[in-house]
Structure formats: structure tokens, C-alpha cells
């Protein structure tokens, strides 16, 4: 029975074929003198990554650039089997005529793994989608009377003097959370595209508290399910009424973070249509009309870097867009439009 390679007796045996090895592996490359010089492990044209063909270092390669490298072992791990030393080692032994397998077979493989994969995460998106939709679909929608109301009323939003309760909010009297591995009462608002499709749902667990209806005490007590970039919670319509897709060139859009922060500007300016960007991330990522000309951000009162930041990026999205930017933000001291409410 005959013995089988080590690791670094494949490696050693690669090494005395390193610019043939170099030349497959590295197809944009080129040879410079002692080296075979590339641009990364894509094996496009360049000069970041280097391999030494002859000498005492012969076979050892460093991609600068990166800052990675190894031997030729490694060298065929980065470039062809995501870094899995087991595949390399095995794919080494092929290339050096155990069996027929090619660069372009390994690489076709790559690519319908990767595919596969893509796929699979496409599918699983879609299912959350579906789940946040059927969470959305069996919540109570009339949230009058309910601990949803008390708990906005506790928070100084009477929806009462809103005219009505918003569409986007229903009232979920069981929603499970995995902090605790049990249901809670729960607020749940819709976060829909342009188009208006709900493709989000987020979660705002509550439970009483002396009486009154509060954020549950609970490490996250905020959740949402499913992915909201570029979508929003439309918590009001202003004066015009009109779907989103409608807004007129003179009408104002405010964007604001959450949906507390929101609903307090909505009593203050009900003329406005609101939206709920859900993070500050999300504040210059939402998708409008084209019509939409004229945006004001209800921006938190955050003097940290990142906050900052993060508004700081928010107009230039919307001004990049050829929108007017305005920024209103509470009386100082007050972290928010509902602390100023309060």
C-alpha cells in the first residue's frame, strides 16, 4: 500500500512547478524576473501580489495589498477553494496528475456554489418577507381601546386628536420573542416600498407596568423583521391624503427615525406627511417619488460622532437625489420630538 502525501511534501512538489502553477492559477499575472506578479487572488493584472518562482523562497507568495500569503498550498486555497486547506490539498494532488481536474472545472464549481448559495439566501429573505406579511395580516388592525393606544397615550400621542389611528400600526396580542422564548403584546407596524408592498414588520414589545402600558423590559425591546432599507412606516398623509406615490413637487415629506418621534411631530404639524425611516442609517436611503422635491429630516438631538455622521449623510443622499433639505431637530436638552411632546 503505498503512503500517502503529506501536506508539505504536496507543497514542496508544487513548488518545483511554481511558475506553471503561478501561470494557472494567476492568468492576468505576469512574470517579472524571479516572480509572477499579480494584482490579487482573482489572478487579475498587477503588481500587489507576488510570487517567488526559484530560490530559497521558492513557491512562497504574499499579496500585499491583502495581507495575506503562505505556500503554494495556500496560494491554491485563496485562489480557488475559499480558503478550505482540505480542498486545496486535494485539488494540489489532481494538478499534479492524480486525477483531471482543471482550474476551470474548480472554478465552475465555485460559481454554481456560490449561485446555490445566492439563491438559498434569496429564498430565505422571501420567507421572512412572507412571515413579517402573515404576522402583519392576523394582528388586531382597529388598535382603539387597545394596549397599543395606551401605551402611545403614556407616551404623550393621543390618537384621538390624530383624527385616526394610523394604518400602518395594529396591535398583536401574542408576539413571540425570542429574548424570552415566549409571546408579549406587542405594536406592530407595517414598513412598506414605494410600490407599497409590505415587505417589514416591526415589533415594539410592550407590558404593564404600575398600571400602564410600556416598552417591555427586555434587552431589545424593539425588533424588526425581515429587511427596510429604502422602505419606511407611513404614519401620516398630511393635507394632500394622497398615497405616496402621488406626492406633489410643493408638498413636504418629513422623514424621521422612530415611529414615537413621528407620530409627536404628526400632533404638532398635522398637515405633514410623515414617515418613519425606522434607523438613522435608513433617514437617507428611502425610496420617494420622483415628485418629491422638498424633504425635512426630524432629526434626533445626538451630538455623538456617529449620529452626526450619519445625518451628515442623510441630506447629502437626499440633496444627491435633488431634493431640498431641511433639518428640524427638539429644543435643546430634549433628546427627541416625543421628549419635547412630553
Given at each position: ?18 511558475q506553471s502553477l503561478a501561470g494557472e492559477l494567476l492568468r492576468g499575472g ?139 400600526l395594529r396591535f398583536a396580542p401574542a408576539q413571540y420573542c425570542k429574548e ?18 409590505c415587505v417589514a414588520v416591526h415589533q415594539t414589545w410592550l407590558s404593564q ?134
Amino acid at each position: 500500500m503505498s503512503r500517502k502525501l503529506s501536506a508539505p511534501e504536496v507543497s514542496a512538489m508544487l513548488a518545483e512547478q511554481m511558475q506553471s502553477l503561478a501561470g494557472e492559477l494567476l492568468r492576468g499575472g505576469q512574470k517579472h524576473g524571479n516572480e509572477w506578479k499579480a494584482g490579487s487572488v482573482a489572478g487579475e493584472p498587477g503588481n500587489s501580489l507576488s510570487v517567488c518562482l526559484s530560490g530559497a523562497k521558492k513557491g512562497r507568495w504574499k499579496d500585499f495589498a491583502a495581507g495575506i500569503g503562505g505556500d503554494p498550498l495556500d496560494l491554491i486555497a485563496a485562489c480557488l477553494t475559499g480558503d478550505d486547506l482540505k480542498d486545496a490539498f486535494k485539488w494540489a494532488c489532481n494538478w499534479l496528475g492524480i486525477s483531471n481536474e482543471t482550474v476551470e472545472i474548480r472554478r465552475a464549481e465555485i460559481q454554481q456554489k456560490a449561485e446555490a448559495n445566492k439563491a438559498e439566501a434569496e429564498e430565505q429573505a422571501q420567507r421572512r418577507v412572507m412571515r413579517a406579511r402573515d404576522f402583519w395580516m392576523a394582528a388586531q388592525s382597529d388598535i382603539t381601546g387597545t394596549p397599543v393606544a395606551a401605551y402611545l397615550h403614556g407616551r404623550g400621542i393621543d390618537l384621538q386628536e390624530l383624527g385616526h389611528a394610523p394604518g400602518a400600526l395594529r396591535f398583536a396580542p401574542a408576539q413571540y420573542c425570542k429574548e424570552i422564548d415566549a409571546p408579549l403584546p406587542a405594536m406592530l407596524a407595517a414598513i412598506t416600498n414605494l410600490e407599497g408592498r409590505c415587505v417589514a414588520v416591526h415589533q415594539t414589545w410592550l407590558s404593564q407596568h404600575g398600571g400602564q402600558w410600556t416598552k417591555a423590559k427586555l434587552e431589545l425591546p424593539k425588533k424588526v423583521l425581515g429587511g427596510f432599507r429604502g422602505s419606511c412606516i407611513r404614519l401620516r398623509k398630511g393635507a394632500a391624503g394622497t398615497a405616496l406615490k402621488q406626492v406633489s413637487p410643493d408638498e413636504t415629506v418629513a422623514i424621521g427615525e422612530g415611529i414615537e418621534t413621528c407620530l409627536s411631530v404628526a400632533l404638532a404639524c398635522p398637515d405633514l406627511r410623515i414617515l418613519a425611516a425606522i434607523s438613522l442609517a435608513n433617514l437617507g436611503t428611502i425610496r420617494l417619488p420622483d415628485a418629491a422635491r422638498n424633504v425635512l429630516i426630524l432629526a434626533d438631538r445626538d451630538s455623538s460622532p456617529q449620529a452626526q455622521q450619519g445625518l451628515e449623510k442623510a441630506v447629502a443622499q437626499h440633496i444627491q437625489a435633488g431634493r431640498s433639505v431641511s433639518v428640524a431637530m427638539p429644543p435643546k436638552g430634549q433628546k427627541d420630538f416625543n421628549d419635547a411632546l412630553k
